[in-house]
């Protein structure tokens, strides 16, 4: 679901930046089970589902297995990313060991070594597309779509120039071999529900 105009406007004319924006969305009624994130400036609330929340749960399992607990995996999570207001909370963001916050007490961008995003009908777009290129623009090594309606998975690495310069597309069930990646694991995939 996508804020309307009217509140568009509102949010433009209380400030540009994305402290303004998220300080004026915490006030407001969100509804329960919905995440809110701003993508090139437009607001988008996206409700949660059981299948969003298994793939999201299976992958952060299989990095707990790998690293151990206290590896920095965050899961809706705001990061303010390049580009003309952007304020995401990834599904999923594997931080590298020495990530520490900003005086502000965000995660930083230059920190993320990895980002799982579980594809909604409604902001599709944004994930295959817009967040895609602003990855790479930031330089996260590895970006993934978990696709439930397509039951496929996406795996980008190599950021290069504002895009992912290889591309790798398997069907759920399939293990992801990411052991040549800086993250350094075989992900599966047999767990995925579909949509």
């Given at each position: 679901?996508?804020?309307?105009?009217?509140?568009?406007?509102?949010?433009?004319?209380?400030?540009?930046?994305?402290?303004?924006?998220?300080?004026?969305?915490?006030?407001?009624?969100?509804?329960?089970?919905?995440?809110?994130?701003?993508?090139?400036?437009?607001?988008?609330?996206?409700?949660?589902?059981?299948?969003?929340?298994?793939?999201?749960?299976?992958?952060?399992?299989?990095?707990?297995?790998?690293?151990?607990?206290?590896?920095?995996?965050?899961?809706?999570?705001?990061?303010?990313?390049?580009?003309?207001l952007n304020?995401?909370?990834?599904?999923?963001?594997?931080?590298?060991?020495?990530?520490?916050?900003?005086?502000?007490?965000?995660?930083?961008?230059?920190?993320?070594?990895?980002?799982?995003?579980?594809?909604?009908?409604?902001?599709?777009?944004?994930?295959?597309?817009?967040?895609?290129?602003?990855?790479?623009?930031?330089?996260?090594?590895?970006?993934?779509?978990?696709?439930?309606?397509?039951?496929?998975?996406?795996?980008?690495?190599?950021?290069?120039?504002?895009?992912?310069?290889?591309?790798?597309?398997?069907?759920?069930?399939t293990e992801?071999?990411?052991?040549?990646?800086?993250?350094?694991?075989?992900?599966?995939?047999?767990?995925?529900?579909?949509?």
């Open positions: 679901m996508t804020v309307l105009q009217e509140d568009r406007i509102k949010m433009a004319d209380h400030g540009d930046d994305l402290d303004s924006w998220f300080e004026r969305l915490e006030r407001m009624p969100v509804p329960e089970g919905y995440r809110v994130e701003i993508v090139e400036g437009f607001v988008h609330m996206t409700p949660q589902r059981d299948v969003h929340w298994e793939i999201i749960r299976w992958i952060v399992h299989t990095f707990e297995a790998k690293f151990g607990m206290k590896v920095k995996v965050k899961s809706d999570v705001r990061i303010d990313f390049p580009g003309h304020g995401f909370c990834p599904d999923v963001m594997k931080l590298r060991d020495t990530a520490a916050k900003d005086d502000r007490g965000l995660w930083r961008y230059h920190d993320i070594e990895f980002i799982a995003e579980v594809i909604s009908k409604g902001t599709a777009t944004n994930d295959y597309d817009t967040k895609r290129l602003t990855y790479a623009t930031a330089g996260v090594p590895v970006y993934m779509i978990a696709d439930p309606y397509t039951g496929k998975c996406h795996v980008y690495t190599d950021p290069k120039e504002g895009d992912y310069q290889t591309q790798l597309t398997v069907a759920f069930g992801i071999d990411l052991t040549g990646t800086v993250v350094d694991l075989v992900l599966p995939t047999e767990g995925f529900p579909r949509e």
